[in-house]
């Protein structure tokens, strides 16, 4: 496998030497190194003092929980935000970095969290777009058989004539470190890249880094979790709270070590039975129910809930789990049976009853159900109460209230990184935007609470607090159903726990329940 460059020059800028050939400073030392970096937003200090260094040649893990600053590290070494204080070398010059377009000239090439492709456009399209004007007389098919050399150099398959919006998420990543490669870069962040991919897709990817590595890129991964750095990672700098706190060679620890260092000193999750358990909240009877392409996956599923109780529905995905939670938060009809809400049947009803019969839902995918980006925080917590009537109606709308409201939920659930109710939702991160959603749909006391996957994609620390916020549902008297594809998850958290496969619930264990036993009914239904 070569990275090869392609037969275009990278737009109408000035080329200097290092962006026609970044590769040559391979096994030559360090590549980029970021010195006494700070940078704070409206007061808040994302980043104090921090230091970092990549070498040619190795993939580094930048690992650290949601919000330690690895994002915003790697947007200053990317020229997207100037830092406040620090220094920054490539291949030990120092550099002044206008934008992103300077550190692009320096061979530095980031692909984002959220990627910033044209949907309508094909990635040949969207790779020209992200060049600037290829030179005159360079034609469209060159610049394709340029792409699609370095698309077989690093063995990626991507279609490069369908528009991006219709490629898979993982193709659409290809697409992203594509235009980067092509562009040159030599030092390569990626940043979580692996968070919206399978397993395997993650694997195959990290893989294909660890080769670039080899033939001299430098490979910034950026990551919250540990499995990765330990099987892909040559070092590893991790992050907390805006500082560097360790670098090291991550053979020469151990995972508990890993993760002190991520989390600060720690103590392992203990299971914390009910304390009180009442009638029935939720009672679900032969319902059945059909994906989007008409596949019938629930098939006479009969489920009780009890108020105080947290129940887990353990399974392997895509045993109609994502059908059930749809179908309880009423975004999908029942095909047949019938659904009770604290004792009203609510079968026919859509989301907005439910949610003022005492409904909560944490949809496993906060970006389509649970928050709009777009808006502010103020606007996303504020959804909730303008059904129930908390901050007026739609037509007078209680703004000071919203305001107030809002102000309290951040202190109350910790939601760091909205310092003003006013910012985006999208600005926060993955752990944050979790903790906006459980303090709106947990403002209302609720009686039945949903969570479909709420740990997701979540580090430890915000990983045990929603675990805590659930049980305090719990004993405040809702009733919970967890739906997760993580067995730990359903284990420690659960009261009872229900085993689904093909679309029915075939097995029921009370807490502690044993593990092997719950196992077996897993694959044996299966
Ligand atoms: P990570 O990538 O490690 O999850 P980030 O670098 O994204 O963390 O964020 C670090 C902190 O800085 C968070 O509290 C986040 O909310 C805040 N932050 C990041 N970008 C911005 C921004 N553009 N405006 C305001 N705050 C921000
Ligand atoms: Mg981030």
Known sequence: MTVRRPGFAPGRHPVSDEAINPMDGAAMGMALELLGVSKTFDGFQALAKADFAVETGEVHALLGENGAGKSTLMNVAAGLYRPDQGRIRVRGREVELSGPVA?????????????????????????LLAQGAPRYGTGLAEVEAAIRAQSEAVGFAVDLRRPVGSLSVAEQQRVEILKVLVAGAGILILDEPTAVLTDREAEALLTTMQALARQGAAVILVTHKLGEVQRHADRVTVMRGGRIVASADPASLTAAELTTLVVGATANPVHCPATRIEGPVLAVED???????????????????RAGEIYGIAGVGGNGQTELAEILMGVRRAGAGRIALAGDDVTGTGPKLRRARGLAAIPADRQVYGLAGDLSVAENYAVGGLTSGRFGGWLRVDRAAIRAGTEAA??????????????????????????????????GRPRFVLAHSPARGLDVRATADIHRRLREARDAGAGVLLISEDLDEVMLMSDRIGVMSR????????????????????????
């Open 103 to 127: 550190a692009r000239h320096l061979g530095i090439g980031m692909v984002y969290q959220h990627y910033k492709l044209v949907k309508a456009f094909n990635a040949v399209e969207n790779i």
């Open 287 to 305: 319902l059945a129910g059909t994906r989007s392409d008409g596949l019938q996956t629930l098939h006479g599923l009969n489920l009780t809930i």
């Open 410 to 443: 951040i202190a109350a659930f910790d939601i760091r990184g909205a310092r003003s109710p006013r910012q985006k939702a999208s600005l926060l991160s993955g752990g944050n935007a979790q903790k906006l959603v459980i303090a709106r749909e947990f403002a």
């Open 503 to 526: 679309g029915r619930i075939v097995g029921e264990f009370d807490a502690p329940a044993d593990r092997q036993a719950i196992g077996v009914a897993m694959v044996h239904h299966a």
